[in-house]
């Protein structure tokens, strides 16, 4: 699992060196790849002393994985108070998200057998992406729409999603991830018995 922040302070010399090391990570993910990143290059464009990336993070997929999860926490697409129009930004988010350069690195390192706890990183990531997804359920919930459970659009919305950047396929596009949106709503339209 990713080192926690040794020093709550905002604005602290470990918030500091970590939003470095952080950046420079992003960085040379962008710039060479994943698999061509080591602690020393990130140290070194961080410019901060090896040895203090070493002890926080001790591995580059621990430094990764600890970068996927403070991206994915910084962001979360704002609510338009419509549930297929909240349902498609966070299905675009999500897609953006991952498709970004080194998106697919980072997840992988999140869920990487050998960080320290895969199961705890893969249930860290699938609580995040869930919790992106819920807030616009729960939303629709409270206004009083039907709204389908959170497995079904882990399933039908974000899934394929996962599936189709993961392994490159083509036409994985905003238009591909609102059609997703699209056929799951049009599914819990005609499950709605009409009065």
């Given amino acids: 699992m990713p080192a926690k922040s040794k020093d709550s302070r905002p604005g602290g010399r470990s918030a500091r ?3 470095a090391v952080h950046r420079a990570t992003v960085d040379l993910v962008q710039e060479i790849g994943a698999d061509k990143v080591t602690l020393p ?3 070194r464009r961080a410019g901060v002393n090896p040895s ?3 002890r926080r993070w001790g591995t580059t997929a621990a430094l990764l994985a600890d970068v996927a999860a403070q991206r994915a926490d910084e962001a979360t697409p704002e609510l338009l108070g419509d549930l297929r129009a ?3 930004r966070a299905a675009v988010w999500t897609l953006t998200d991952l498709s970004r350069p080194g998106g697919v690195a980072f997840f992988r390192a999140e869920v990487a057998p050998d960080v320290d706890d895969r199961r705890a990183g893969l249930s860290e990531c699938l609580q995040r992406v869930s ?4 807030a616009a ?3 629709a919930a409270r206004r009083g729409e039907d709204t389908p459970g959170l497995d ?5 919305v974000v899934a394929p999603l ?12 905003e238009n591909y991830a609102r059609r997703l949106v699209a056929e799951l709503c049009d599914e819990l339209c005609d499950a709605i018995p009409s009065h």
């Fill in 17 to 19: 060196v970590r939003a």
């Fill in 41 to 43: 290059a990130v140290a």
């Fill in 52 to 54: 203090s990336v070493y």
């Fill in 86 to 88: 909240d349902l498609e």
């Fill in 131 to 134: 919790t992106r997804f819920q």
């Fill in 137 to 139: 359920l729960d939303a």
């Fill in 152 to 156: 079904r659009v882990l399933d039908r």
């Fill in 162 to 173: 996962y599936f189709r950047v993961v392994f490159s396929i083509p036409e994985t596009d």
